[in-house]
């Protein structure tokens, strides 16, 4: 079992950016993949991006490629999503995953990007 908090979400014009992140618990977390979806109104929870335990490799659902820069430092068990360029239609609840036996979820963190 994990334990995760996500932060950073917030509202922000179209063309600005923000920073999410996520904290996780446990000793183990250089050893497990983690990532972001998200969940627009309406709309199913969708990939966004992953990246590997040792954070060399990562993952990006095409809406985010060359927007979105997913990364992570095991030295304070929390990985970073970086997302620029922001777009309305990035608009949505942001949830921070770790596969740990099972996907544990974060609470989700809300991100409104106005035009």
């Known amino acids: 079992q994990v334990h995760l908090v996500e932060s950073g ?5 179209a063309g600005g950016s923000l920073r999410l992140s996520c904290a996780a ?3 183990t977390f250089s050893t ?6 998200r969940q627009a109104p309406g ?7 992953a ?21 992570r430092d095991n030295a304070k068990n929390a990985v ?3 997302m620029n ?20 979820w974060g609470q989700g963190t809300q991100v409104t990007v106005s035009s």
């Open 85 to 104: 360029s922001l777009k309305p239609e990035d608009t949505a609840v942001y949830y921070c995953y770790a596969d740990v036996a099972r996907r544990n």
């Open 32 to 37: 497990y993949a983690m990532g972001w979806f």
């Open 51 to 71: 990246i590997s335990g040792s954070g060399r490799n990562t993952d990006y659902a095409d809406s985010g490629k060359g927007r979105f820069t997913l990364s």
């Open 43 to 49: 709309k199913e929870r969708e990939f966004v991006a």
């Open 9 to 13: 979400g917030g509202l922000v014009q």
């Open 25 to 27: 618990s446990g000793r």
């Open 80 to 82: 970073y999503l970086q």
